[in-house]
């Protein structure tokens, strides 16, 4: 998944734009823009920040705007064609100048606060995140309704098992979706189902629950400092530990080890 804010000037003349790669485009501060398929025909637009464009690819699309700012998430061939059943070629998706979906809305938030932060959620969450966006946009705005396989039961034992002893492996790297997928033999959107409905909880919480677990453990030896505790259990940041170990247990790193040890 690609992830940037993208800056386009006043121009007095419209220019022309070709997007190759399925993208979202969250507008991040108020603008008007005047949009069309042919020069002489624009439509104009305003916006709010925060509001959500999904474009066509492949058409050429004519724009006329002043100093817009944009947060735009490319979402890959793989994930769009893993969220039909895995099936072969290209998924077409509707274009909408504004689009109305809380879900896909809430996702792209998401993205943007997590880049706002520096990523420290790493790979996992960006794989899972672009997975849920492709999902939505297939199942609500696919041009035809895939005809994949639909899948509602959980991770076989073994399966689960291969997973979480991949996961507690890697737990101070990064760990990928698609890697996770590939252990248990199954297409990425069918293994998020399958985990979910196994767990309870998406892959990249239930990753964060198993390193903390590990943290918790490591706390206890009072010669260890915080940080190394952080990175050791697969965090970027102490920053980043401390706001996640507070979420799961309900206390600072430094407030547990405190209450364990005394």
């Known amino acids: 998944m690609r992830v940037a804010v993208q800056v386009l ?9 070709i997007y190759r790669e399925q993208m979202l485009a969250m507008l991040l501060q108020p603008c008007s823009i005047e949009m069309g398929w042919r020069r002489s025909e624009l439509t104009r637009f305003d916006y709010g920040a925060g509001e959500i464009m999904l474009p066509r690819r492949h058409v ?3 724009a006329r705007t002043d100093n817009l700012q944009y947060l735009s998430v490319g979402i890959s ?28 809305g809430a996702l792209v938030a998401a993205l943007n606060a997590e880049r706002i932060a520096g990523f420290p959620n790493g790979q996992l969450f960006l794989d899972s995140v672009e997975q849920a966006l492709a999902v939505a946009l297939v199942n609500g705005h696919g041009v035809q309704r895939c005809s994949g396989r639909m899948y509602r039961g959980g991770l076989t034992p ?23 997928a590939q252990c248990a033999g199954l297409s990425t959107a ?17 990753l964060l629950r198993q390193r903390v677990e590990r943290a918790k453990h490591m706390l206890r030896e009072a010669e260890l400092r915080v940080l ?29 080890r405190y209450e364990v040890l005394r």
């Open 60 to 62: 050429d699309t004519w």
């Open 158 to 180: 073994a399966r689960l098992r291969r997973v979480t002893e991949l996961m507690n492996a890697k737990i101070e790297e990064e760990l990928s979706l698609h890697e996770m």
């Open 77 to 104: 061939d793989a994930a769009l064609r893993a969220a039909c059943g895995g099936m072969a070629g290209e998924v077409e998706l509707r274009s909408a100048p504004k689009l109305r979906d809380a879900r896909v």
């Open 190 to 206: 069918h293994f998020c189902e399958a985990f979910r409905n196994s767990t309870g909880e998406s892959p990249h919480q239930f």
């Open 9 to 17: 000037g006043a121009a007095r003349e419209p220019h022309m734009r």
């Open 228 to 256: 190394d505790v952080a990175v050791a259990c697969g965090f970027k940041t102490q920053q980043h530990f401390a706001r996640v170990f507070r979420q799961i247990c309900g206390a600072s790193p430094r407030e547990y």
